[in-house]
């Protein structure tokens, strides 16, 4: 048994390891769900706030402020929470990877049921925190048509969904630069989709 440890250890030093071994290796759908109930929480509450106290606050982080807070949260979460949930934080990612056969189909609704509560719990502390009123308005107004704002989601999505199944699930990808490659992904589609 020491053998092994020691050679999980000289094989973690030279990197040819993932970035965390699991004693147990089999991980409960609950363990999975707190995972992202946190991890979306997290997600919500940085984002979400950045761009509540940006508005509140009269423009103190700035719109590129905005978008690097959101790009961080993600690529936090995602090495925080990822070796335990794999990081979905959101119902389209989860609904897609089932759809591609990189996740169970009975786990979709456990899943999306911990994004949602993480996310009302998150926009929940947000509003007791801040000074948010009934005419506080945080979300983004599309500048063009419906159709053109249609089109920026779909392209913008696509590159997510991309970049998400290349640099996390695919076995040929480097998956611990995969938080990185998320998060910067995110951060450059706040910047081009507001």
Not at 69 to 97: C, D, E, K, Q, R
Request: glycine fraction near 12%; include cysteine.
């Amino acid at each position: 048994m020491a053998d092994g440890i020691e050679s999980q250890l000289s094989a973690m030093e030279k990197g040819n390891l993932p970035m965390s071994i699991s004693t147990n290796p089999k991980i409960h759908l609950a363990q999975k769900m707190l995972a992202e109930l946190i991890g979306t929480y997290c997600v919500i509450f940085a984002g979400c706030g950045s761009v509540a106290v940006n508005k509140i606050y009269g423009g103190t982080i700035t719109f590129p402020g905005v978008c690097v807070t959101w790009g961080l949260i993600v690529m936090a979460m995602i090495y925080t929470v990822g070796h335990i949930s794999s990081a979905h934080f959101n119902p389209a990612v989860t609904i897609s990877l089932s759809f591609l056969g990189l996740f169970p189909y009975k786990e979709v609704g456990f899943y999306i049921l911990s994004q949602l509560l993480g996310s009302i719990l998150a926009s929940g502390t947000l509003a007791l925190i801040m000074n948010v009123n009934s005419d506080s308005f945080f979300g983004t107004a599309p500048v063009g048509s419906t159709l053109q704002s249609f089109a920026v989601e779909i392209v913008i999505t696509f590159i997510l969904m991309f970049v998400i199944s290349g640099a996390s699930n695919d076995d040929r990808a480097v998956k611990k630069h995969g938080g990185i490659a998320v998060g910067m992904t995110i951060m450059l589609n706040v910047f081009v989709g507001g």
